[in-house]
């Protein structure tokens, strides 16, 4: 058997050698790209399932080395990481395919895939950080690694998007930076520890509270909490792949995951009750899923709509923590693999209408349904979820955080869900309802025919299908050990009893 | 082994003189004395410490020697940058000869000042450190590179004058020059503080610090490719090896939080004023050349915070590192700017997005280095940046710490407006694909190999530190 010190380190390999071998395969050796690039990500996903099974008989992972004085690079696979890697790899798999279909014949697909892969590297680095230092590391890779795919149309709406992206996450990353030295300075960089290891130290108010601010606007950045989400519907721009990724699993999540990490492991959720940090966080997260919403209702291209709503419904996965209770943290765990697998969807199936039939705004929708069935099958189940009908997995998220908010006395938390709730069918079911109830148009804005015998590209179809069948099957097995909802459980056991 | 020592200096020099005996064969000759130059100095990396009177004559009268840690990762560093440089200069044809012949002078003359234990030595090697740099800038005889020459050689020649001038001064307090003699008799009254002084004024003109930074935009702006790299990563460092000798060594009781408050301040300047000039020029070198200054910044503002009288023992290695970094970081950018400019004919930056898409070697080169300069994961820049917020922490400078952070985030600015450009497909440049000059694809690899180096580096800093 292979040392346990090492999966972390294959982990990270099986995407960050892909990514250095694309860079230099030829543009238009498409077989061996693509041969590389599938080949990698199934292997990762093998790898992470692998871990899943050893997590669960209590194997430990993890290594580190010193890299300064008193400064550790560590990476260890934990219960909430091995989650985060799953997620990752799955959709990685399946976005993969999606671009391969997407990007047929663009240029630069080198260049694109070799970022796009580098980012699964960086996702993974931020899901097996042991410390707030090596998640800073990767955090900032992330960045790095997305910029060019942002731009990658090289338009000068691109571009001017990609600055924008810049400007906000390599600023967000400066305060988080700053907040993790400060850290450092006070309280060394231990490992992140269930339960968190401020509470022995009694550390300055002003510290805590200044390193709270630091961390939570330079998570918040790339989690897109109001104020700091403006970023987000602008990378609209970039191809759809990479708003999948953007919005699913890499960048909203890399925000949403160090939010539950400082909360959890850095503070202790008990503490940061009792300072009064949680509360300040659940109100900024209550105020963004009711923002983000609202300005959802209110956007005509699909993509921005769905871009607001990404904004609101991360925010989910925080409010959930800040919570500060049980049932609460289920909620927001949930979220953080469910709202990537119906989101993902989303965009998928979204980028779907625009490749195949031109389809970009909302009132262009009509009568969709008819001519690519699958595509807006996919598409309903997933915005359902989003709106928190079972047996979708939306509504298991939705009910965690309902009795979460119950539980601790926070009623107009309740509120806010049920107007949420409200606003998410305002903003989904008339898309639903024009794709299947209207009469479809007599010819479509750029009707492209990418298959004989399919309504699209086969590439482009499978894995928005493969992700809508999750988002059901999650739902109705829900009662099980080995599914989200057992494993989110059995982690806050952990974190509260533990 | 300790036998190695005079070929760091010698062998160079050997070298190089039987180039000028020889000038057919310069680039056979220049091959043997940059491998073996490097050899050397890698090697000498594992001797022992120790000092040695060369010639046997002992330490008042003679030529004396001595290693240490610091010397050795300066001789290192030096070795191993210079050979990538070479590389690079050997498959640049439009280099005239006798660059091989000042850059071989200039190299023997570092390894003889990180090798020199006293300082009237140190002042000989200064000089004909600054000679041969001064020579390289002026190399392309073209006249804006002479007039940025002529300028440098006056600051220079000024820098050796008023760092002679401290030796006097020293001389005059003490009668020895060995640094360690001098090091263990050093009290702190007013005559040794003026000493200082005016040996870092000295100094600090010829390592570009704010506000004596002036030559350096133009004589490393102006110099090929190759010369800016060898200037900017390894010529600099040389002077600022020196400033790091007589602040925490032969000065160590001097300093007090008032020098070193003001060296915070001139370092913030420096780091401010350099990263704004590198975000309005409108030329690639000029602006490569300029985030030296701002760099310089650091490395000042790094010292400071060494020298400050409250900091405990231990962390000099963190200003080493920030010295590693940047010595790789930037003349991967030289290079890289180089590559683009021969091959476009020009180095206008909007124009370049065409030559930059050609080169994409080139252009990962250069977003590295970038990413390493404004000290971002993963690379060494990000180390040493990480080590300068931390250690401005410990002293409660907040403004120092903003200032750090802010610099930061200029740098990044003037990085990714070249990105920006050679990613903008919608600008087009009215100079036609064909006319696009082909690089040697060796120079392209050199440079993304440097950026790599400050890549890898940074994931292994406790070398350095451990030693």
Known sequence: ?498 | MSGLLPGLVLWPLACASLLVIWPKATKMLALFAVLGTAMISILVFNLPHGRWALGGWAAPLGIGWRLDDLSQLMILLTGVVGLLISLYAWFDDSLPRPFWLLWLGAWAAMNALYLAADVFNIYVTLELLGLSAVALVAISLKVGALQAAMRYLLVSLLGSMLFLLGVALLYGQFGVLDMLLLANAMTSNFSMMFALVVMSVGLMAKTAVFPLHSWLPLAHGRAPAAVSAILSALVIKASFYLLIRLWLEVFAPIPTEVLVQSLWVLGSLALLWGAWQALASANLKPMVAWSTVAQVGYLVIGLGLVAHPNTPDGWLWGLLWLMLAHALAKSAMFLAAGNLQQAAGHDRLVELGEVSRRQPKTLFAFGLAGVSLAGLPVSAGFLAKWWLLELGLWHQAWWLVLVLVLGSLLTVGYVFRVLNIALNTEFKSNVEPEALILIHPVREWVSLGLALLGLVAGLHASWLWGA
Request: glycine letters at 10%; charged letters at 10%; a neutral charge.
């Open chain 1, 1 to 498: 058997m292979i040392d346990n010190s090492l999966w972390p380190l294959m982990i990270l390999a099986s995407s960050l050698i892909p990514a250095l071998l694309i860079f230099f395969i030829a543009e238009d050796n498409k077989f061996l790209r693509s041969a590389v690039n599938i080949g990698g990500a199934l292997i990762k996903l093998m790898l992470v399932v692998l871990l899943v099974l050893g997590i669960y008989s209590g194997e430990v992972y993890q290594i580190s080395w010193q890299l300064m004085p008193g400064l550790a690079f560590s990476l260890r696979i934990d219960g909430l990481a091995v989650m985060f890697l799953l997620l990752s790899a799955f959709l990685w798999l399946l976005t993969t395919i999606y671009a391969i279909g997407y990007l047929e014949n663009s240029p630069n697909r080198a260049r694109f895939f070799g970022f796009f892969t580098l980012c699964v590297s960086a996702t993974a680095g931020v899901a097996m950080a042991g410390n707030l230092f090596t998640f800073v590391i990767f955090y900032e890779l992330l960045t790095l690694a997305t910029w060019p795919l942002v731009v990658h149309r090289g338009t000068e709406k691109a571009i001017a998007a990609g600055r924008v992206y810049l400007r906000y996450t390599l600023i967000g990353g400066g305060a988080l930076l700053l907040g993790t030295v400060l850290l450092h300075a006070f309280a060394g960089s231990p490992d992140f520890m269930p339960g968190g290891y401020l509470a022995d130290l009694s550390l300055p108010s002003w510290v805590l509270w200044s390193v709270f601010i630091l961390l939570i606007a330079g998570l918040g950045v790339k989690a897109a909490l109001v104020p700091f989400h403006s970023w987000l519907p602008q990378a609209m721009v970039a191809p759809a792949p990479v708003s999948a990724l953007l919005h699913a699993v890499a960048v909203v999540k890399a925000g949403a995951f160090g939010i539950v990490r400082v909360m959890f492991e850095v503070y202790g959720i008990e503490y940061a009750d009792a300072q009064g940090m949680a509360y300040v966080l659940l109100i900024l997260a209550a105020l963004t899923i009711v923002y983000g919403s609202v300005r959802a209702l209110y956007q005509t291209d699909i993509k921005k709509r769905l871009a607001f709503s990404t904004v609101s419904q991360v925010s989910y996965v925080a409010l959930g923590i800040a919570l500060a209770g049980p049932m609460g943290a289920i909620g927001g765990l949930l979220h953080i693999a469910h709202q990537g697998l119906m989101k993902i969807t989303l965009f998928m199936t979204a980028g779907n209408y625009a490749e195949t039939l031109g389809i970009h705004k909302i009132d262009e929708l009509n009568g969709v349904g008819r001519r690519m069935p699958w595509n807006s099958f996919a598409f309903t189940l997933a915005a359902l979820g989003m709106i928190g009908l079972p047996p979708m997995v939306g509504f298991l998220s939705k009910w965690y955080l309902g009795i979460g908010a119950w539980e601790v006395g926070a009623y107009w938390v309740m509120a806010v869900l049920f107007l949420s709730s409200l606003l998410n069918a305002g903003y989904f079911l008339p898309l639903i309802y024009r794709a299947w109830f209207l009469p479809t148009p007599t010819h479509w804005p750029n009707e492209r025919r990418l298959s004989r015998h399919c309504e699209t590209h086969w590439m482009l179809l499978l894995p928005p299908l493969v992700t809508a069948l999750t988002v059901v099957v999650l739902g109705l097995v829900a009662g099980f050990a080995l599914t989200t909802l057992g494993w989110v459980q059995w982690l806050v056991e952990q974190e509260f009893v533990g």
